[in-house]
């Protein structure tokens, strides 16, 4: 089992930045795939952004390429999605999420084994 805990949300303007923290435990970190995900109200999840076990693989959904930025420490069991010039858009309970593989690309939710309970991040205009 992997335990998942998110931290780092809160509220901020539009324009704004975040760092989100996913702190894991109970497994060999390095040995896990890492990604994140988020669900604004009244919609599904979405894919958001994943990092592969040993930093060699970066994904990045199209809404937030160029101003989310994933990264890991595999020393500090930590995931982290850096946000800036965050949009209204971009309001919606993150999600970190942990695989030991997974098949062409890690971006969807059923290729994850783990997840964290979610925080919230509300940006306003």
């Known amino acids: 089992q992997v335990q998942l805990e998110e931290s780092g949300g809160g509220l901020v303007q539009a324009g704004g930045s975040l760092r989100l923290s996913c702190a894991a435990s109970g497994r060999t970190f390095s040995n896990y795939h890492m990604g994140w995900f988020r669900q604004a109200p009244r919609k599904e999840r979405e894919f958001v952004a994943a990092i592969a076990a040993l930093s060699q693989y970066y994904y990045y959904a199209d809404s937030v390429r160029g101003r989310f930025t994933i990264s890991r420490d595999n020393a500090k069991n930590t995931v982290y999605l850096q946000m800036n010039n965050l949009k209204p858009e971009d309001t919606a309970v993150y999600y970190c999420?942990?695989?030991?593989?997974?098949?062409?690309?890690?971006?969807?939710?059923?290729?994850?084994?783990?997840w964290g309970q979610g925080t919230q991040v509300t940006v306003s205009s």
């Open positions: 999420a942990a695989t030991r593989s997974y098949g062409s690309r890690p971006i969807t939710e059923d290729e994850y084994d783990y």
